[in-house]
């Protein structure tokens, strides 16, 4: 957790300062706390640790992205998450959002990483291209590469913001042209939080800062470095078109009467039944919507080499059939033995015979609720 000097605020003082009330306070620490996964008894300490906490210093590196993962931070739905982490958390380095520039940005980064080494949170966005020398992507004179190697060795911990900081993403995408490289592969000695997405939901990023800062620690990994409370459950566990799922009940086009009337999507390519994220519980824009609700299958943009496990509009194959319980780790050690097809076949005919039975249900008048509560 970060020290106290003459200059700082703690977090309850900054959002008090800045008009807030006490019960917004209270309201923000009953959400986040929510967020993280944690029980409805953590509020008040979570609440305590905010208002006797202080400033922790944040870099903020951009390499190789599209800044998707800064946009949907700064949108996260509670004006308190964004005071939080640009005001009061303080970006003390990051080249879309501060007000420096050239000279004076850089002078800013260099003078945290010194006063503050060891205690600051590097946030990487981007991945890091490590072809022709590092030459694709240069800042401030420097190649990205020796930028991350710079920044990264006074760092207490690193967070690798989205997809591509953790997976490569697009840029890394066959043929890779410019070697995109995710983070973890570069540094080894320092711990890593990795939140994949493209981009990852903004609450998401909030709640695990204000992890660290609660518990001065880093929230509970899975087996591939991200935060449990975040990436335990597939999209499709949490999907509420689910229950046509089950039924066998699927849209075969985007646009015929069963994608009218909200069947599930899995047929025209939804990856959610192999995609680790919150989507379908924390949603985005304020809890409005998330893709598959838009009538779009899910891309899987939280995992790794999305952008090559193509084509998106095909139905899946290999990883259907799994149990709803199925753990991020779990499912890696499966997948790499299983034969692409045979489970996919395997939970089609079964909601091919599952749809059959239903139709004659219905047609036989019985009523299909109970079949899609199954
Ligand atoms: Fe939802 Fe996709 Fe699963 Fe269908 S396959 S239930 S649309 S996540
Ligand atoms: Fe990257 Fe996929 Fe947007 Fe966050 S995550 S910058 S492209
Ligand atoms: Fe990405 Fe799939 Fe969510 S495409 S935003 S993980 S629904």
Not at 126 to 148: H, L, R, W
Request: neutral net charge.
């Amino acid at each position: 957790m970060a020290t106290k000097t003459e200059t700082k605020q703690t977090y309850y003082e900054s959002i008090i300062k800045q008009g807030y009330s006490r019960r917004d306070f209270m309201k923000f620490a009953t959400y986040i706390t929510a967020y993280m996964g944690l029980e409805s008894s953590m509020i008040a300490q979570v609440a305590k640790s905010l208002e006797t906490s202080y400033r922790l210093p944040v870099i903020w590196e951009h390499y190789q992205e599209c800044t998707c993962c800064s946009e949907s931070f700064i949108r996260s739905d509670h004006p308190i998450v964004a005071d939080i982490v640009l005001d009061k958390i303080s970006l003390d380095y990051t080249l879309t959002l501060m007000a420096a520039s050239g000279h004076q940005a850089e002078a800013a980064k260099l003078a945290t990483m010194e006063k503050y080494r060891g205690e600051y949170i590097l946030c990487v966005e981007g991945s890091v291209p490590m072809g022709d020398d590092g030459n694709y992507c240069c800042i401030a004179g420097k190649t990205a590469k020796e930028q991350f190697l710079e920044a990264a060795e006074g760092a207490k911990a690193i967070i690798a913001w989205g997809s591509c900081a953790c997976n490569g993403c697009v840029q890394a995408a066959y043929p890779n042209p410019t070697e995109a490289t995710p983070i973890h592969k570069i540094i080894k000695n320092k711990p890593i939080i990795r939140v994949p997405g493209c981009p990852p939901i903004g609450e998401v990023m909030a709640g695990i800062i204000v992890h660290v800062v609660t518990f001065g620690r880093l929230p509970e990994l899975d087996g591939l470095g991200r935060p449990k409370a975040f990436y335990s459950k597939r999209v499709h566990d949490s999907c509420y078109r689910r229950p046509y799922y089950d039924a066998g009940l699927f849209a075969e086009t985007f646009d015929d009467q069963n994608a009218k009337d909200g069947y599930c999507l899995y047929k025209v390519g939804c990856r959610g039944p192999m995609t680790y994220n919150s989507c379908g519980t924390i949603r985005w824009n304020n809890g409005v919507s998330f893709p598959i609700q838009s009538g779009h299958g899910c891309i899987g943009c939280s995992e790794e080499d999305f952008w090559d496990n193509g084509p998106f509009y095909e139905r899946l194959t290999g990883l259907a059939g799994f149990g709803i319980e199925s753990s991020a780790d779990t499912i890696g050690k499966v997948a790499a033995g299983v034969v692409a097809g045979g489970l996919a076949a395997h939970a089609i005919a079964a909601n091919i015979s599952k749809r059959k039975e239903l139709k004659s249900e219905i047609s036989s008048g019985k009523s299909n609720e109970k079949n899609l509560e199954r």
